[in-house]
């Protein structure tokens, strides 16, 4: 909508009577700020840095300078100790040196981080950012999708990797016929998620059944995997009953 952004800028910053009595209208009696995200696609260390040093007089999170974890272990020391902020708040990933390198905070640079966000006690809001265009060519055509309706769910992954492979996916036995690795199968994806299958005619029944009937599996384990398992999947009522 024209003009929504300078509206949008306005209410954002303003931290007088106009914010003040949208909360008492609605009986908010205090309220933690966050401060601006765009923080950490400043790709310049030091200009990170020097925005970091001016936080919010008001309660609020911290922002930080991710680009430099010692730095930012020293501004969420200051912003906790000194001014009173009640922890900090930081986008999915920062950008460092260039627009298209980014870092994730699992990297092990971030250790000294952690423990620093530990021994002090306070909460770290990890905010959604819509990943970088040239990493989601995948998107292409929907670019609805790189935002909050999807593509903020895959940056922070609020589901472990294995559930998003067990309830969507399912594996095969097709070019793997080890008894070893189709149990290492059922143990990670589950029994209910595993399919016989040959890569005919490149592999030959023969061998994909001869080894499929004698594997050391149990025999409720053998009829899923077998045929209830793709009778279900593929709604073959016939081969179920």
Same mark, same amino acid.
């Given at each position: 909508?024209?003009?929504?952004?300078?509206?949008?800028?306005?209410?954002?910053?303003?931290?007088?009577?106009?914010?003040?009595?949208?909360?008492?209208?609605?009986?908010?009696?205090?309220?933690?700020?966050?401060?601006?995200?765009?923080?950490?696609?400043?790709?310049?260390?030091?200009?990170?840095?020097?925005?970091?040093?001016?936080?919010?007089?008001?309660?609020?999170? %911290?922002?930080?300078?991710?680009?430099?974890?010692?730095?930012?272990?020293?501004?969420?020391?200051?912003?906790?100790?000194?001014?009173?902020?009640?922890?900090?708040?930081?986008?999915?990933?920062?950008?460092?040196?260039?627009?298209?390198?980014?870092?994730?905070?699992?990297?092990?640079?971030y250790r000294p981080f952690w423990k620093t966000v530990a021994d002090l006690g306070v909460p770290f809001y990890l905010h959604p950012r819509d990943p970088l265009a040239n990493r989601t060519t995948f998107y292409d055509?929907?670019?609805?999708?790189?935002?909050?309706?999807? %593509?903020?769910?895959?940056?922070?992954?609020?589901?472990?990797?294995?559930?998003?492979?067990?309830?969507?996916?399912?594996?095969?036995?097709?070019?793997?016929?080890?008894?070893?690795?189709?149990?290492?199968?059922?143990?990670?994806?589950?029994?209910?998620?595993?399919?016989?299958?040959?890569?005919?005619?490149?592999?030959?029944?023969?061998?994909?059944?001869?080894?499929?009937?004698?594997?050391?599996i149990s025999e409720s384990d053998r009829l899923k995997i077998g045929r209830t398992n793709a009778a279900q999947l593929f709604q073959l009522l016939?081969?179920?009953?």
């Amino acid at each position: 909508m024209p003009g929504q952004w300078n509206v949008l800028e306005r209410w954002l910053i303003d931290l007088g009577e106009e914010r003040l009595g949208e909360m008492d209208r609605h009986g908010i009696a205090f309220a933690i700020r966050s401060t601006h995200l765009a923080l950490q696609s400043v790709c310049d260390r030091v200009l990170a840095i020097d925005v970091a040093r001016h936080p919010d007089r008001f309660a609020g999170f %911290a922002a930080l300078p991710m680009q430099d974890p010692e730095a930012a272990c020293a501004e969420l020391t200051r912003a906790v100790k000194t001014l009173g902020f009640k922890g900090a708040m930081v986008s999915g990933f920062s950008q460092v040196g260039d627009p298209d390198t980014i870092i994730y905070y699992d990297d092990p640079i971030y250790r000294p981080f952690w423990k620093t966000v530990a021994d002090l006690g306070v909460p770290f809001y990890l905010h959604p950012r819509d990943p970088l265009a040239n990493r989601t060519t995948f998107y292409d055509g929907h670019p609805w999708l790189r935002g909050a309706s999807w %593509a903020f769910g895959v940056e922070t992954a609020e589901r472990r990797f294995a559930e998003h492979l067990r309830s969507n996916f399912y594996v095969t036995t097709s070019g793997n016929f080890h008894t070893s690795t189709l149990e290492c199968a059922i143990a990670e994806m589950g029994v209910d998620r595993v399919l016989f299958s040959v890569d005919y005619p490149f592999e030959e029944c023969v061998d994909a059944a001869g080894w499929f009937d004698t594997s050391e599996i149990s025999e409720s384990d053998r009829l899923k995997i077998g045929r209830t398992n793709a009778a279900q999947l593929f709604q073959l009522l016939s081969v179920a009953t």
